[in-house]
Protein backbone atom coordinates (compact mmCIF):
# COMPACT_ATOMS: atom_id res chain seq x y z
CA UNK A 1 0.00 0.00 0.00
CA UNK A 2 1.43 3.27 -1.21
CA UNK A 3 2.20 5.85 1.80
CA UNK A 4 1.00 9.39 0.75
CA UNK A 5 2.84 12.67 2.28
CA UNK A 6 1.47 16.28 2.60
CA UNK A 7 3.55 18.57 1.23
CA UNK A 8 4.66 21.78 2.26
CA UNK A 9 6.08 25.02 1.10
CA UNK A 10 9.57 26.82 2.61
CA UNK A 11 7.59 28.17 5.27
CA UNK A 12 6.43 24.88 6.28
CA UNK A 13 2.74 26.00 4.92
CA UNK A 14 0.65 22.85 3.69
CA UNK A 15 -0.26 22.96 -0.25
CA UNK A 16 -2.44 21.10 -0.01
CA UNK A 17 -1.18 18.49 -2.61
CA UNK A 18 -0.05 15.33 -1.29
CA UNK A 19 2.43 12.89 -2.91
CA UNK A 20 3.28 8.95 -3.04
CA UNK A 21 6.64 8.38 -1.09
CA UNK A 22 8.99 8.34 -3.81
CA UNK A 23 7.42 10.73 -6.00
CA UNK A 24 9.61 13.28 -7.03
CA UNK A 25 8.29 16.73 -5.73
CA UNK A 26 8.42 19.89 -7.66
CA UNK A 27 10.96 23.00 -6.77
CA UNK A 28 9.85 24.52 -3.37
CA UNK A 29 8.04 21.84 -2.11
CA UNK A 30 8.89 19.50 0.75
CA UNK A 31 7.73 16.80 3.08
CA UNK A 32 8.13 16.30 7.01
CA UNK A 33 10.41 13.97 8.57
CA UNK A 34 11.16 13.43 11.98
CA UNK A 35 14.41 12.44 13.47
CA UNK A 36 13.81 11.19 17.19
CA UNK A 37 16.67 10.94 19.92
CA UNK A 38 15.68 9.34 23.06
CA UNK A 39 18.07 10.49 25.81
CA UNK A 40 18.08 8.63 29.28
CA UNK A 41 18.94 10.07 32.87
CA UNK A 42 22.88 8.77 32.31
CA UNK A 43 23.02 11.18 29.04
CA UNK A 44 23.09 8.23 26.66
CA UNK A 45 21.19 8.03 23.73
CA UNK A 46 18.80 5.17 22.43
CA UNK A 47 19.83 4.32 19.37
CA UNK A 48 19.33 1.20 16.87
CA UNK A 49 20.92 -0.53 14.15
CA UNK A 50 19.08 -0.69 10.55
CA UNK A 51 17.97 -4.05 8.87
CA UNK A 52 20.32 -5.43 6.52
CA UNK A 53 17.75 -5.72 4.02
CA UNK A 54 16.57 -1.56 4.20
CA UNK A 55 17.21 0.54 0.99
CA UNK A 56 18.94 3.37 3.25
CA UNK A 57 21.78 2.64 5.27
CA UNK A 58 21.85 -1.27 5.84
CA UNK A 59 23.28 -2.51 8.85
CA UNK A 60 24.14 0.99 10.03
CA UNK A 61 23.55 2.91 13.53
CA UNK A 62 21.05 5.58 13.39
CA UNK A 63 18.37 7.39 15.14
CA UNK A 64 14.61 6.88 15.48
CA UNK A 65 12.94 8.36 12.30
CA UNK A 66 10.63 8.90 9.29
CA UNK A 67 8.51 10.58 7.55
CA UNK A 68 5.25 11.89 8.88
CA UNK A 69 2.68 10.19 7.11
CA UNK A 70 -0.46 12.32 5.06
CA UNK A 71 -2.29 13.31 7.86
CA UNK A 72 0.54 13.77 10.54
CA UNK A 73 1.91 16.48 12.42
CA UNK A 74 5.54 16.16 13.85
CA UNK A 75 4.40 15.12 17.41
CA UNK A 76 1.88 12.67 15.86
CA UNK A 77 4.93 10.86 13.82
CA UNK A 78 7.29 11.09 16.35
CA UNK A 79 4.92 8.86 18.77
CA UNK A 80 3.92 6.51 15.58
CA UNK A 81 8.01 6.36 14.16
CA UNK A 82 9.00 5.48 18.08
CA UNK A 83 5.98 2.98 18.04
CA UNK A 84 6.25 1.59 15.05
CA UNK A 85 10.03 1.05 15.05
CA UNK A 86 11.12 0.24 18.88
CA UNK A 87 7.44 -0.76 20.56
CA UNK A 88 7.46 2.03 22.66
CA UNK A 89 5.38 5.17 23.50
CA UNK A 90 7.47 7.98 23.52
CA UNK A 91 6.41 10.83 26.95
CA UNK A 92 5.65 13.71 24.99
CA UNK A 93 5.61 15.57 28.39
CA UNK A 94 9.24 15.52 28.21
CA UNK A 95 9.58 16.03 24.12
CA UNK A 96 10.86 18.76 22.16
CA UNK A 97 12.49 20.09 19.15
CA UNK A 98 15.64 20.88 19.35
CA UNK A 99 16.28 22.40 16.02
CA UNK A 100 14.82 21.86 12.09
CA UNK A 101 16.94 20.92 9.34
CA UNK A 102 16.18 21.83 6.12
CA UNK A 103 16.71 19.70 3.23
CA UNK A 104 16.42 19.47 -0.54
CA UNK A 105 13.26 18.36 -0.36
CA UNK A 106 12.54 17.52 3.58
CA UNK A 107 11.97 19.46 6.06
CA UNK A 108 13.60 17.13 9.42
CA UNK A 109 12.41 18.39 12.69
CA UNK A 110 14.82 16.99 15.58
CA UNK A 111 13.21 15.66 18.50
CA UNK A 112 15.26 15.27 21.54
CA UNK A 113 12.76 13.08 24.42
CA UNK A 114 14.60 12.77 27.59
CA UNK A 115 13.18 9.45 28.84
CA UNK A 116 14.73 6.29 30.79
CA UNK A 117 13.42 3.40 28.38
CA UNK A 118 14.03 0.02 29.36
CA UNK A 119 15.41 -1.54 26.49
CA UNK A 120 14.47 -5.29 26.62
CA UNK A 121 11.24 -4.60 26.42
CA UNK A 122 11.41 -2.72 23.03
CA UNK A 123 9.80 -4.82 20.41
CA UNK A 124 11.85 -3.79 17.26
CA UNK A 125 10.22 -3.94 13.75
CA UNK A 126 12.33 -6.41 12.17
CA UNK A 127 11.57 -4.97 8.21
CA UNK A 128 13.55 -2.17 9.65
CA UNK A 129 15.20 -2.57 12.79
CA UNK A 130 17.65 -5.45 13.89
CA UNK A 131 19.32 -4.12 17.18
CA UNK A 132 18.95 -1.04 20.13
CA UNK A 133 21.38 0.19 22.11
CA UNK A 134 22.14 2.95 24.43
CA UNK A 135 25.30 5.11 23.57
CA UNK A 136 26.94 7.92 24.67
CA UNK A 137 27.34 11.31 22.19
CA UNK A 138 31.76 10.46 22.34
CA UNK A 139 30.67 6.52 21.37
CA UNK A 140 28.08 7.96 18.52
CA UNK A 141 30.71 10.51 16.98
CA UNK A 142 33.17 7.82 16.99
CA UNK A 143 30.65 5.35 15.37
CA UNK A 144 29.90 8.10 12.81
CA UNK A 145 33.85 8.36 12.17
CA UNK A 146 34.40 4.96 11.69
CA UNK A 147 31.34 4.74 9.14
CA UNK A 148 29.46 2.51 11.40
CA UNK A 149 26.49 5.62 12.27
CA UNK A 150 24.69 7.35 10.00
CA UNK A 151 26.28 11.12 9.53
CA UNK A 152 23.87 13.28 10.62
CA UNK A 153 24.86 16.61 9.79
CA UNK A 154 23.91 18.02 13.03
CA UNK A 155 24.97 15.92 15.66
CA UNK A 156 28.14 18.10 16.96
CA UNK A 157 24.83 20.37 17.54
CA UNK A 158 22.43 18.73 19.11
CA UNK A 159 25.24 17.13 21.42
CA UNK A 160 26.60 20.57 22.67
CA UNK A 161 22.44 21.39 23.37
CA UNK A 162 20.91 18.57 24.19
CA UNK A 163 22.66 18.15 28.04
CA UNK A 164 21.42 16.36 30.71
CA UNK A 165 18.47 17.67 32.74
Given at each position: MPEFWDVYD????????????????????????????????NGEYLIQKRAPHVKGFPNMWATTGGAAV????????????????LGI?????????????????SISDVWLIRQNVDITKCVLQEEEVSAVKWATAEEIL????????????????????????
Amino acid sequence: MPEFWDVYDRNRNKTGRTAIRGEKLAPGEFHLVVHIWIMNSNGEYLIQKRAPHVKGFPNMWATTGGAAVMGDDSAAACVRETKEELGIIPDMEKAEIAFTVFREKSISDVWLIRQNVDITKCVLQEEEVSAVKWATAEEILSMANRGEFVHYRYLQELFASALPA
